[in-house]
């Protein structure tokens, strides 16, 4: 693999990341503000992201966009389930990893 490759595929990374990032904002942010209008909108988008064929190129076969939108789901699922206050949801869901060739997403 040569330079350029891995600096597409840190390209690649950088963006299903920040995706998983904004969802998880989106998504806790519905959780304070069931009501929220802008934070549906972004999960909606974001989960057509995550389905998208754009996102399976990106993952490259390492996880698909589905696998890690369910993973993503499931984590705010346990926070709701949890209560965890709003305080404690960055730092919870900062410790938690996901597959995508080995990185956090």
């Known amino acids: ?6 600096g597409y595929i840190r390209l690649a990374v950088a963006i299903v990341k920040s995706a998983a990032k904004e969802y998880r904002q989106a998504s ?3 959780l304070r503000f069931p009501d929220s209008k802008a934070a ?3 999960i909606a988008e ?3 992201f995550f389905l998208s064929d754009w996102c399976s190129l ?4 390492e996880a698909t966009g589905e696998y ?8 705010v699922a346990s926070l ?13 869901t900062k ?11």
């Open 58 to 61: 990106l993952c490259q076969n």
């Open 68 to 75: 890690i939108l369910n993973k993503l789901k499931k984590e």
């Open 80 to 92: 709701e389930c949890e209560g965890i206050p709003e305080s404690s949801v960055q730092t919870t």
């Open 40 to 42: 549906k909108d972004k």
């Open 95 to 105: 410790t938690k990893k996901h597959a995508f060739k080995g990185r956090r997403v």
């Open 28 to 30: 806790r942010h519905l």
């Open 46 to 48: 974001l989960e057509e």
């Open 1 to 6: 693999m040569g330079l350029n490759d891995e």
